[in-house]
């Protein structure tokens, strides 16, 4: 049992070894008063907690930038969004058989990948439905996007290249 949890890291009730009669051993407690609780024993896990507790997730630092400029950071949102939807369809990717080429070129003269259009799909939809952009232009497609609906168009253009080095894709690069 030692070998895996060192003694002096026991800290549980549940973690206790048992005692001869197989009952779990009861945990030390001083009732004196004025004495103060010893200090608790780092572990190797300590650096680790310690960055965890200072990190910052993406939403909030988007939160603290954007100065209460409410359209800038759903734009920046809605970006994050697409990178997530992204990642999760290239992870899957391959499972799904949407490795390879799609037949066609795009506005580049690129050959365009079934991920391509896939990602170009996925960053048009979370641009649109964002609420703030009036004009995208993406490399996938000839023609920019305008949001023609008054209730979804905002004061953004946003130019994007959907899956940016594509080509590696294949490789699992």
Not at 82 to 95: F, L, R
Not at 123 to 151: F, M, P
Request: contains cysteine; aromatic residues 6%.
């Amino acid at each position: 049992y030692d070998e895996w949890v060192g003694g002096d890291r026991l800290r549980s009730k549940a973690l206790q070894p048992a005692d001869a009669a197989g009952k779990p051993a009861k945990a030390a407690v001083s009732k004196k008063k004025g004495e103060k609780k010893p200090e608790r024993t780092p572990t190797e896990f300590d650096p680790y907690l310690q960055n965890r507790v200072n990190a910052q997730t993406l939403t909030q630092y988007i939160i603290e930038s954007s100065k209460g400029d409410k359209q800038m950071a759903m734009l920046m949102n809605a970006i994050q969004h697409a990178c997530k939807v992204v990642s999760n369809s290239i992870e899957k990717a391959g499972p799904a058989g949407l490795y390879g080429l799609a037949g066609n070129a795009n506005a580049t003269g690129d050959d365009v990948k079934k991920l391509d259009i896939i990602a170009d799909d996925i960053w048009v939809e979370c641009l649109k439905r964002s609420g703030v952009c009036g004009l995208l232009v993406s490399e996938e497609q000839e023609t920019a996007i305008v949001i023609e609906d008054e209730a979804l168009r905002g004061p953004f253009c946003v130019a994007f290249d959907p899956l940016d080095g594509s080509s590696n894709i294949d490789c699992n690069v």
